[in-house]
């Protein structure tokens, strides 16, 4: 296809797909002229046996929702076409993968950074699609692409939401009722940083947050920082790109993420 001058887009995914995941599908639609989307659990950015077991998998409900999206080509390999050999590359991502998720998740971004390499090298797209959602890993993929010299576009999308504002995720099936009313806390919280951050500084909103979800019953906080939305650092006062807010918190032992830009 690459070899008749189509161009090519690829959304790589861990299945149990959502509305999230085809907004990522219609992005690559609309700029492409073939939308590949992988569908591959890795093993190898999951640092718990547990939650790697645990994630859901339902290849047949998703191969019904990309036909109904019109997805040219599903991709859905197993473990040995991925990783005939182990991947041993340490990559190299700079200072974006050593805070939050990095340090939460050990080896996560390695992991994520070897499939999506792999991903690259077996697709050969010409654009690829993510989700900031994973804020970290938009700006890790990024990294990955500048460093390694793959000459892929990558397209960074934004959040798709539930009408409470709970972020679409895989990982939302494993909640119960009750566990979706009390994940919707953490956009809320986000709205209200959002809404303070004029008002305030890095270190008060942070606080704020803090706060909000620690009331909560039944949310336990991992993290909840805001930093500089390029380069997450502390923000400073000479910053010119607005701060981002990232929480990741748990909720009936589902780890969630989300993140929101400071900007009203
Ligand atoms: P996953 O299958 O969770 O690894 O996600 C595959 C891609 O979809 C990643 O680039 C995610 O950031 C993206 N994604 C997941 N949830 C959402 C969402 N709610 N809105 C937009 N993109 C998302």
């Known amino acids: 296809m690459r070899n008749q001058g189509l161009r090519i887009g690829l959304i790589p995914t861990m299945g149990a797909l959502h509305e999230g995941h085809v907004s990522l599908i219609e992005a690559s639609k609309r700029d492409n002229d073939v939308t590949i989307c992988s569908l591959f659990v890795n093993p ?10 645990d994630y859901p998998r339902q290849l047949d409900t998703d191969l019904a929702l990309l036909e109904n999206a019109k997805c040219d080509i599903v991709f859905a390999p197993p473990v040995t076409e991925v990783y005939p050999e182990e991947d041993k590359e340490v990559y190299q991502l700079g200072e974006v993968v050593e805070i939050l998720e990095g340090t939460g998740r050990p080896g996560h971004f390695n ?7 792999r991903l690259f090298d077996l697709t050969n797209p ?3 699609y993510f989700g900031i959602k ?8 990024k990294a990955l692409v500048k460093n390694y010299h793959l000459g892929i576009n990558i397209v960074c999308c934004p959040i798709f939401r539930e009408e ?30 959002n809404k303070s ?16 979800l620690q009331k909560i019953n039944g949310i336990e906080l991992e993290y909840l920082e805001i930093l500089n939305s390029e380069t997450l650092k502390p923000p400073t006062n000479a910053d010119k790109t ?7 918190a748990w909720i009936e032992g ?9 900007q009203e």
Do not use: W
Request: hydrophobic content about 45%; some cysteine; overall charge neutral.
């Open 111 to 117: 992991g994520m950074a070897s499939v999506v390499k």
């Open 126 to 128: 010409h654009q690829a």
């Open 134 to 141: 994973d804020y970290q890993q938009c700006l890790a993929v």
């Open 254 to 262: 589902v780890r969630l993420i989300d993140n929101m830009i400071l």
């Open 44 to 53: 190898t950015q999951f640092n718990e046996k547990s939650d790697f077991s």
């Open 164 to 193: 409470s504002g709970l972020a679409m995720s895989s990982r939302n099936l494993l909640l119960s009722k009750e566990g979706k009313i009390l994940a919707a806390h953490l956009h809320q919280c986000l709205e209200l940083l």
């Open 242 to 248: 607005p701060m981002v807010a990232l929480v990741a």
């Open 197 to 212: 951050s004029q008002k305030k500084e890095s270190n008060a909103l942070q606080y704020l947050g803090e706060s909000y």
